[in-house]
């Protein structure tokens, strides 16, 4: 079978363009552009008050833009040569010639990375995202994508998203269906060879389910999303990806078959042949299960098999607490796989193996344990995860010490042309040259930001803080308008915010031991920072709890009812329904970032970076990325609990201190001109540690000179596989 991606249905419909700009059609449909300065730009040129109402989604802005409009723009000069440029760029990305890995190895000619995730987060359009896990994953392709790492990328297709986030008056959330219109999103289903719409087939519960795959082009890098929703399916078959992370243990125990099983055989089906393949979480780990499957029907003998799919697999795990890892029982694992390991020419027991945890109920099937026995190559997100990893999986190797267990770390990146926004890089091109992107290699670059002009640096951060309170406006209006029905409502989204005030951001998911509400334990000492005269502080939260967590809708229920309490002023803020363009919004608008995980269930939190490739500071406590990342001068740092003390009330103290005796004072402190002299330079140091150590691309090149590569070329190491 080939990969003839075909436009069926309407889906992604662009209506004609003149033949002047009639490549905008292409840049819209390859998500590319949403990290290409020039091609949002060229965007929001055509129209740009539908440019902010269409969320900065390319393909609804040409479909509802008035022609007239079209007509101008191809006939402006100024607008053809924005477009000349944008077209240049898209040419090259169409070759990896010039870039980062092929010019690092020159000789290197393989098979792709194949990167098996069970989410994506790539932009506000296509929502099969829940957060950091996807965040990341879209991350790692657009990076992948800028170096020229050959990496095909592999996840579920979610009809219906995660969820839509509604709070009732009472701050009680609400989860609705995400559902989103493909036409508006740049995806195109994918044929058969015979042109029916499904690609390849697997058993699950004893029925056989077609399983079809829409692709998705990021840069270089194509993502093929796996769908049931067929007609050729059971009806019950057709829901099992609807929803991410919907259902209980048994809908997941399905999606996560289909994403490993069904994702292999859409590749071999598409005659894509990578050489390494790497598994994304837990989820994923099915995939190097079906690989051992695809070997021992080739003739391999188990173990054989086993040792083959290690050589070439890379396995990450992002949980540092027990509890969050997959497992299953035995009962619903054989329900849906059936006896595999017959066609595996092994028994039950040893395949039951795979997924043995020796410290935990055996009668579970442990996902994560699964892919660590069929990966030769491990890691956690960060430094202090990897530590935490060791300690956690050396069950897996008794016998061997803690500090010899064969788990790395890589720590996370975020993208920087992502997240970065444009008026910081527009600075940066005044500072270090335009061609500063091209040159994120060269030692010693981001040693430039600490020379920016301090007033500079302050101006574009207000022009970002106005348009953040802006956004904040214009959304709570809108939702005024549609549903809301309580004054209230209004006030707790921000609208009373103040752009001179010290503002400070939290959002990321509301989990019990991410501790939004952790600022809250002393209502009176909250009170008396927020509502001091001369130098006020202001918060805003955003975030959503998993449908299922109860205690964490408890915490933003709580946050919510701090929002509206008029004690404080109208200088606590929710934002409701939390996704990527909110995100964008809230990273390069607060002026500080408050991150407080309790010590050491963080495995990175990468929300931080963010904000700090905007020169944002951060406040956070020791655990994820901060525990390396914190240098003393790009942010503040709480201190880890002694043992034995109450770490929440520790933490409280800390946080309530350092805000009161070192954040508030530096915000406020002003020289002649109104300028936070003290405050630019823990920005600046901001922007410098972070573009220098955790960007993607940053991460991903660790990822190929560490993993990639040395599996692509099978070089010799020491594996140690587990023993346990």
């Not at 007509?71 to 040419?91: G, I, K």
């Not at 559902?179 to 060879?193: E, Y």
């Not at 994403?259 to 071999?268: A, I, P, T």
């Not at 609208?495 to 010290?502: A, G, Q, W």
């Amino acid at each position: 079978m080939s990969d003839n991606s075909t436009e069926t249905n309407g889906q992604t419909a662009i209506p004609v363009l003149p033949e002047s700009i009639g490549g905008l059609a292409d840049v819209a449909t390859n998500l590319s552009w949403c990290w290409n300065r020039q091609a949002r730009t060229l965007f929001a040129r055509v129209d740009p008050i539908l440019w902010r109402m269409t969320r900065h989604n390319p393909i609804a802005l040409l479909q509802q833009v008035d022609q007239t409009l079209i007509e101008q723009c191809s006939r402006d000069p100024e607008f053809l040569r924005m477009y000349d440029t944008v077209l240049a760029e898209m040419e090259r990305e169409n070759t990896n010639a010039d870039t980062w890995f092929a010019q690092a190895y020159p000789e290197l000619e393989t098979g792709p990375v194949a990167y098996f995730s069970a989410e994506y987060g790539l932009h506000n359009s296509v929502p099969i995202y829940s957060g950091g896990l996807g965040i990341l994953s879209g991350d790692h392709c657009k990076a992948s994508s800028d170096l020229g790492v050959p990496l095909v990328a592999v996840g579920p297709f979610y009809h219906r998203g995660y969820f839509d986030q509604k709070l009732r008056p009472d701050g009680w959330q609400e989860d609705g269906d995400d559902r989103f219109n493909t036409g508006l999103t740049p995806i195109v289903p994918l044929k058969g060879a015979g042109g029916e719409p499904h690609l390849t087939t697997l058993i699950a519960d004893g029925r056989t389910i077609h399983v079809g795959a829409w692709k998705m082009m990021v840069g270089r890098v194509a993502v093929y999303l796996l769908d049931t929703n067929l007609e050729e399916n059971h009806p019950d078959d057709r829901l099992l990806l609807h929803k991410l992370y919907a259902g209980g243990p048994e809908l997941r125990l399905r999606q996560e078959w289909i994403l490993g099983v069904g994702g292999v055989r859409v590749l071999r089906a598409l005659g894509i042949k990578p050489s390494v393949w790497h598994a994304n979480e837990g989820h994923a780990a099915f995939m190097p299960v079906e690989r051992v499957r695809e070997f021992t029907v080739g003739g391999a003998a188990f173990d054989e098999a086993v040792q083959r799919v290690r050589t070439c697999g890379v396995f990450t795990t992002h949980t540092p607490v027990p509890a969050g890892h997959d497992t299953f029982t035995l009962e619903q694992l054989e329900h849906c796989t059936g006896p595999v390991w017959d066609e595996m020419s092994t028994t039950r027991e040893k395949f039951l193996q795979l997924g043995h945890h020796p410290g935990l109920d055996s009668a579970r099937f442990h996902m994560t344990a699964t892919a660590i026995r069929l990966s030769s190559r491990v890691n956690g997100v960060a430094r202090k995860h990897g530590t935490t990893s060791r300690q956690m999986w050396q069950c897996l190797w008794p016998g061997v010490e803690v500090d010899d267990v064969p788990i790395g770390y890589v720590t996370n990146g975020v993208h920087l042309a992502t997240w970065m926004s444009n008026l910081l890089m527009d600075l940066l091109d005044e500072h270090l040259g335009t061609d500063w992107g091209a040159r994120l290699d060269e030692s010693g670059i981001w040693d430039g930001v600490l020379s920016l002009d301090n007033d500079r640096l302050w101006s574009v951060h207000n022009e970002r803080k106005q348009r953040l309170l802006n956004f904040i406006d214009d959304e709570a209006r809108r939702r005024w308008r549609e549903s809301w029905t309580e004054a209230s409502q209004v006030v707790s989204a921000g609208t009373l915010l103040n752009p001179e005030k010290l503002t400070i951001g939290f959002a990321r998911r509301f989990a019990t031991y991410k501790r939004a509400d952790l600022i809250f334990r002393d209502a009176q000492r909250l009170k008396r920072l927020l509502t001091d005269y001369w130098r006020p502080v202001q918060f805003i939260f955003a975030g959503k709890a998993h449908p299922a967590d109860d205690d964490g809708k408890r915490v933003l229920q709580k946050v919510h009812s701090v929002a509206r309490d008029s004690q404080f002023e109208g200088r606590v803020a929710f934002l409701e329904d939390y996704d990527m363009h909110i995100a964008h919004r809230l990273v390069e608008g607060v002026d500080l970032w408050l991150n407080l995980p309790r010590v050491p269930l963080e495995a990175c939190g990468t929300s931080g970076m963010k904000a700090a490739l905007n020169a944002v500071p951060q406040v956070g406590t020791a655990d994820g990325w901060w525990a390396e990342g914190y240098t003393g001068k790009n942010g503040w740092l709480i201190p880890e609990a002694p043992e034995g003390e109450d770490v929440d009330a520790w933490d409280a103290e800390h946080l309530y201190k350092l805000l009161e005796e070192d954040v508030v004072p530096l915000y406020y402190e002003r020289d002649k001109r109104g300028i936070p002299v003290g405050w630019i330079e823990r920005m600046k140091n901001a922007l410098a540690i972070a573009g220098s150590h955790f960007t993607a691309r940053y991460m991903v090149q660790q990822y190929a000179k560490d993993y990639y590569v040395p599996a692509m070329r099978r070089d010799e190491f020491n594996d140690i596989p587990p023993t346990s």
